[in-house]
């Protein structure tokens, strides 16, 4: 599978994008347009291991919600994450068995490897 989940009107993810020059055949999804699915969640999880490495704790709601004071579980994560867009951390990039989540430049620089070889 090569595809990448990301948000058209986050700047950072348009520039991470623009910068990997990804071939032709990743599939792209505009999480606010085409919201993630519970099947494409779980991809996401079987190959990170974990909702909550998907799940991004810089969202306006996690602050709003006061989501840090909290103990949060999987489950938790999972339901947040498919409830409203913002909770997934961005980008998103399977590429093969790979996954790379959010935008360090250390993870760029390994998805950009990884595209590239």
Do not use: W
């Not at 494409?40 to 909550?52: D, F, P, V």
């Amino acid at each position: 599978m090569k595809k990448m989940y990301f948000l058209k009107t986050c700047n950072t993810c348009m520039r991470i994008l623009k910068a990997l020059n990804l071939p032709s055949d990743v599939a792209l999804q505009d999480i606010k347009e085409s919201p993630i699915t519970v099947k494409q969640l779980e991809q996401m999880h079987a190959l990170s291991g974990s909702y909550e490495a998907l799940f991004s704790k810089r969202a306006k709601l996690y602050k709003e919600r006061g989501l840090k004071d909290m103990s949060l579980s999987e489950d938790d994560f999972k339901a947040m994450i498919l409830e409203h867009y913002t909770f997934l951390k961005r980008p998103v990039l399977i590429f093969n068995d790979n996954i790379f989540i959010g935008n360090s430049a250390k993870v760029v620089e390994a998805a950009n490897k990884k595209v590239h070889e």
